[in-house]
DNA sequence: TCAAAACATCGACGAACGTCTATGTTGACG
DNA sequence: CGTCAACATAGACGTTCGTCGATGTTTTGA
């Protein structure tokens, strides 16, 4: 695309985190709806499944790519995941060196979790 | 378990109650993923994740077609999405009469919070 | 018996998806 | 330098998806 600048990262898709309430509260808006979907929509897939699963076990939840790209495709298509789950603002990346780094991040399996949360009465 | 099915009246798509552990556990076998993923992408869709709020979010978990089918759609189509959660074993449905109620499956609520389950300190 | 309401199914169509091969970009190291 | 390794991008291709209008099925009720 560009060259890098000094611009960390500035959220790629939409912001996630704090998103939406349970989904048993109440009706989800269409606005609330089409901002969560595309969270669920990027663990849809077996292989982002698996390779989401594979960094966020992983030791510091992080991982570089030669880690985890043994899920049975073609590193192209593991690169085209990645960037998916990237983009839904479910993982961070970071180069160090050859190797490039994919983060989970944390506070969308927290938003993911209460989405689902079965009230289990933490008040 | 504390249900005991007389009925033979369960014919969904795939076991999805208890299949998978936590995201963050280990990584995802191609056999957990194919299995979870379904889940994730039944709710990967907007009028979907809205069919869904709105029905698990209704009285007593349950809800009739003529209630929620106030999504921006045709009927058709809330037709085919709800046929697409309920393979994907999200929603039962029966019929009362004239309407045709759908429930939320209670333990999928669970199961899929477990997924996604942050590891509360538990060590 | 006939009509209407609630919901499902069918068939079609454009858009999006998942995958691949081929190629480009970036950094490490002789 | 040049070359190799790690990863991303581009383009193509078949498949799946979301949506619709039209039609079918089931139940209620006059």
């Known amino acids: ?39 669920f929509k990027a663990l849809g897939d077996p292989v982002r499944l698996r390779l989401f699963s594979a960094i966020a076990s992983h030791e510091g939840g992080e991982a570089c790519v030669c880690d985890i790209s043994d899920v049975g495709v073609s590193q192209p ?30 506070s969308v399996l927290a938003a993911m979790g209460q989405l689902l949360a079965v009230n289990a009465a933490t008040a």
């Open 1 to 39: 695309m560009s060259n890098a600048e000094a611009l960390p990262e500035a959220a790629p898709g939409r912001a996630v985190a704090p998103c939406c309430p349970p989904l048993t509260e109440r009706p989800f808006t269409a606005e609330e709806a089409e901002t969560a979907a595309p969270m």
């Open 77 to 106: 298509t593991v690169s085209h995941h990645l960037k998916k789950l990237k983009e839904a603002g479910l993982l961070t990346s970071e180069r160090r060196g050859t190797w490039v780094y994919y983060r989970v991040e944390p």
